[in-house]
């Protein structure tokens, strides 16, 4: 396999559903028109909206939201890692946000459920996803494409120990689904994708919500594509668009190959006294 092209798609959200719904399906369409085989949509993709709106319109993971991405992975041919949705607690008191992976036949292969929740405070707002979300508790990875993919969502980005945990189960492609602020954006959102494929060796797809939302909040976007070296191979600097990039398994190869960091770790557990 020379090489996969992969795509990241950029949006702005709001409690449309309907709406939210055809313009990620339009961006997917546009992705496969480009030639990605992998296509990374961003987190919250269907729905963002007030606590309230939020929990009211979380769905189950046979919803129409993850109904209607399974449809276009099968359709278009595509592995189609949904980026995530609120997906409705059985009794419809919580929420998880959570990303599911379908393959080119519309099958789903992966569900992965945030594990770390952004309750934090920043550009004078306070967040708290804990108000209607539980965490997810399993690291999860899959083979997409002949690609072992690592999946994380957003503020996971900030926890590397995450990802060296799907580095050492094989992961060469990790996905960051996101809707970063746009004051923790114009801080960090680079440098941490950016260090994450770098430390990891993998390259890293990373799907972002721009813009101001129904919510009033606002999102950074910039959604990227990074190598293994650390290149920001394409970006979707501003507004709403798609960004394609071929990862090439010999330049992965190479970087290990030349720079062995993975295989040089030596620390362990830490010793108490």
């Not at 269907?46 to 399974?70: F, H, K, R, V, W």
């Amino acid at each position: 396999m020379p090489s996969t092209r992969a795509a990241v798609c950029q949006m702005t959200s709001g409690p449309d559903v309907g709406r939210n719904i055809a313009v990620a399906g339009d961006l997917v369409t546009q992705a496969a028109r480009l030639g990605a085989e992998i296509v990374l949509l961003p987190e919250k993709w269907n729905l963002i909206d007030i606590d309230a709106g939020q929990l009211a319109g979380a769905e189950p993971l046979d919803g129409a939201s993850l109904t209607a991405a399974a449809s276009w992975a099968r359709e278009l041919g595509v592995w189609l890692v949904a980026g995530s949705v609120s997906e409705r607690s059985s009794d419809g008191s919580t929420t998880r946000n959570t990303c599911v992976v379908f393959d080119p036949e519309g099958v789903s292969r992966a569900v992965y459920r945030k594990i770390h929740l952004f309750d934090v405070r920043v550009g004078g707002v306070t967040y708290r996803e804990s108000a209607v979300t539980e965490p997810g508790s399993d690291v999860v990875s899959v083979d997409t494409a002949g690609w072992r993919t690592g999946l994380s969502v957003c503020y996971d980005v900030r926890f590397p120990e995450l990802y060296r945990r799907l580095a050492d189960g094989g992961a060469e492609i990790l996905t960051v689904p996101a809707a970063f602020t746009q004051a923790t954006g114009q801080a960090h959102w680079e440098i941490l994708v950016r260090a994450r494929a770098v430390e990891n060796q993998c390259y890293v797809l990373a799907a972002g919500q721009v813009g101001t939302h129904a919510t009033g909040t606002a999102s950074f976007g910039h959604s990227m594509i990074v190598s293994p070296w650390g290149e920001m191979l394409t970006q979707v600097a501003d507004g709403v668009g798609v960004a394609v990039a071929d990862l090439d398994r010999a330049v992965l190869d190479d970087v290990r190959a030349r720079l062995p960091a993975l295989r040089h770790r030596r620390l362990g557990t830490p010793e108490r006294s």
